[in-house]
């Protein structure tokens, strides 16, 4: 790995400060990745649902190689920290963890997340505690090996299922930590009670899932909770197919007028996006 993406690393690390997040939003493709720097982010994340949706996909329904190579696209077009949503290594064993977090190591990407599902809807998330932590204690050994400054997520799943018990998630995440985790994630928390416990109670800075009830909240509120970084998942991507969905309602309608609603789109992109010579 270059210099450049070494330092771009340290200061994706040097960001991630209790009490003092940093929003990271999740673009979809390159495009989106590129406006949103040039709207001024600091940080971006891959999103698991985002990038299927561009292939048509519902979300866990691509490859290892799929979203290594999704994630090296989005860190290549731009000059800013991206971290991967890596999904669970794509694999339950320890070994597939650390094969993911190596392939990823090897791109311009400055972190990546390993999480603790299963995608057996019967049993969404790992409930050995031995096995889950062992799949983070070996992505963060892939690191080591690699030589990479890379950042390594870990995530507790359990209140995206509504598994969610607030004391359990809080242990994992603190056997994550301890395995070599650098940032740790229970996306779901349902409130912002919940919000405050996990960052009370952890020893790594913890990233915020917007969702729900959260959405209400201001980044004030994630500040005084103690949060170090805020992800938005899906969302943009969602709203973006959305008012695609809107708009070909209106032209299936025999109308145009949406076409307008936001101006200029072209000129809109062309202020924002930067585009490669």
């Known amino acids: 790995m270059t210099n450049a993406i070494d330092d771009q690393t ?13 929003l990271m939003p999740n673009p979809w493709d390159a495009g989106s990745a590129r406006m949103l720097e040039g709207l001024g982010f600091k940080a971006l994340a891959t999103t698991s649902s985002g990038f299927a949706l561009t292939l048509g996909r519902r979300d ?13 696209a989005i860190a290549d077009a731009v ?3 991206v971290t991967a949503d ?27 997340s390993i999480e603790d599902s299963t995608g057996d809807k ?14 983070i204690a070996a992505a963060a050994e892939a690191i080591k090996n690699s030589g990479r400054n890379f950042v390594l997520t870990a995530r507790a799943e359990a209140f995206l299922y509504g598994l969610g018990q607030i004391d359990a998630v809080i242990t994992r995440l603190n056997a994550f930590a301890e395995a070599g985790a650098d940032v ?38 994630f500040a005084a909770a103690g949060a170090a970084r805020l ?33 200029d789109g072209a000129k809109t992109v062309a202020a924002f996006l930067k585009v490669q010579d």
């Open 79 to 81: 000059d800013i920290p």
């Open 184 to 221: 740790l994630y229970a996306p779901g928390l349902p409130d912002m009670e919940a919000v405050r416990a996990v960052c009370a109670n952890v020893s790594k800075p913890v990233n915020v899932l917007v969702i729900g009830k959260l959405r209400a909240a201001g980044v004030e509120e």
């Open 10 to 22: 340290k200061r994706f690390r040097a960001m991630h400060k209790a009490g003092a997040p940093f």
């Open 122 to 135: 019967a049993r969404p998330v790992i409930e050995d505690d031995g096995l889950a932590v062992a799949r």
């Open 86 to 112: 890596l999904e669970n290594g794509f694999g339950l064993a320890p070994e597939d963890a650390a094969a993911t977090i190596r392939d990823a190591a090897a791109t311009a990407l400055c972190g990546g």
């Open 231 to 263: 992800s938005i998942g899906g969302a943009l991507a969602w709203s973006a197919y959305g008012t695609l969905s809107a708009a070909a309602s209106m032209l299936d309608e025999g109308r145009f007028d949406l076409l307008g609603a936001h101006g």
């Open 60 to 72: 866990y329904a691509v490859t290892r190689d799929e979203a290594v190579r999704h994630g090296r």
